[in-house]
């Protein structure tokens, strides 16, 4: 029997998907609000994985926080980027790691001949979404050099190489396109597409690489790279409260609800806010607003999740109304079928609301990725590997959030491990991960890199 429970990831209540009720439940719970919450305490003792995670959590902490909100602000390239990036070199370079930037701008820190083949990588990202958690990325990549560490202190023998990893621009804040370093190795996205990309002040992605350091000229697939990895497992806080509710420190995933974005533009007519009769206006914002209550009827009525969580406005003043309201919906659903019907609902209704105020409409798909299901063998694996030894059942757990495993997926087996998110908050400044279920999850690594890369 595979060690594993609670499989047919996907399902809300195991997704990790904040359902309206464990939204207001997670609101109930007492929060670490009011403090800083990326500071995991515990005076208890160390191990050796113990004291570099403290270490290394300690000199991540002040680089891209904002004074104000407390948030992060990583975004793909930024300054705040290139120190975490100089923190990550500095890591592999401390611990005699052979240090390697891809064609991509990932990075790669390497124990052993990558050219050996089957190698077993670990890691995930350093960067952010506005005023994002300190845990979300950040806690993958210190809990693979710290699980490094403690496997050294076991003294393991290592029979394949090990390669620790940071993605590029996982989050996609500054181009609107998430997991870009993964999707452009992995080939989801070409290098034409990607130097399309451009950020809110018309930078485009090459010279925003260039500004950083990184020569983007070679920008594309790379399945030469990915020929030589045989397993990749990526430890994320969940961004739910499954673990939290189940009483687990640690879970494995299953699967990744399908998600995508869309750019919705209403054009109306810009005029005086004052003087313009409310009969002879075009005011997009209208449309705009009505939709996004569609949004929520929408997934609502199917069990899905829909959110307009970013909007631009021209001409953007106070007492004109607007030319122009551009909003990006970000929807997710269990399947494809209900993915297609909540976002065709929302599609439709746009139109219509449109129409009623003599509004143009565009909609574009900016990015979509499929359903994932993680590679069944690995992840069983997994659950055999953390049972081994207390004979314990591993939770198994479906989300709602992408990530660069799930990118990687269709190319190499992928796995994930999920820490225990007291309060399921993620992508905010209250993201939280109490310090014994951090070193939980970096013990569960250790466990999970000795079984599969020292056999
Ligand atoms: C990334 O965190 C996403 O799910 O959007
Ligand atoms: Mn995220
Ligand atoms: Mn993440």
Known sequence: MSPVRGEGGGAPAEA?????????????????????????????????????????????????????????????????????????EEQAGARGLAYEVDRNGNQWAWLGDPAAGDAVVTGSHLDSVPDGGAFDGPLGVV???????????????????????????????????????????AGHLTAEQARRLTDADGVTLPRAMEAAGHDPEAIGADPERLARIGAFVELHVEQGRALDLSG?????????????????????????????????????????????????????????????GKISVEPNGVNAIPSLVR???????????????VVDGIRRAAG???DAHGIDLDVVRESFTPVVEFDH???????????????????????????DAGILSGRIPTAMLFVRNPTGVSHSPAEFAAEDDCLAGVRALADVLEGLACT
């Open 377 to 403: 063998a690995l992840r069983d694996e997994l659950g055999r590997l953390l049972g081994k030894d207390t004979g314990l059942v591993v939770p198994v757990l479906g989300t709602g959030a992408g990530h």
């Open 327 to 341: 909003g990006w919906l970000d929807s997710r659903a269990a399947d494809q079928a209900t993915l297609d019907t």
């Open 248 to 308: 687990d420190r640690v879970g494995v995933a299953s699967a990744i609800w399908p998600h995508g974005r869309w750019r919705f533009d209403f054009r109306g007519e810009a005029n005086h806010a004052g003087t313009t009769r409310l009969v002879d206006r075009r005011d997009p914002m209208l449309s705009y607003a009505q939709t996004v209550l569609a949004a929520r009827r929408e997934a609502e009525l199917a069990g899905a999740v829909a959110t307009f």
């Open 352 to 354: 219509e609301y449109a």
């Open 16 to 88: 990790g998907v904040p359902s309206p009720a464990a939204g207001r439940a997670a609101a109930a719970r007492p929060r670490p609000a009011g403090r800083t919450p990326a500071v995991p305490r515990n005076d208890g003792p160390r191990s050796p994985a113990g004291a570099s995670f403290q270490e290394m959590w300690a000199e991540l902490l002040p680089i891209g926080r904002h004074p104000g909100s407390g948030g992060y602000r990583r975004y793909a390239w930024s300054g705040a980027d290139r120190e975490c990036r100089a923190w990550f």
């Open 143 to 185: 809990s693979s050099f710290a699980a490094l560490d403690e496997l050294r202190a076991r003294k393991t023998r290592f029979t394949k190489p090990l390669a620790i990893v940071n993605f590029g621009d996982e989050e996609g804040a500054r181009f609107g396109l998430a997991c870009v370093g993964s999707r452009l190795t």
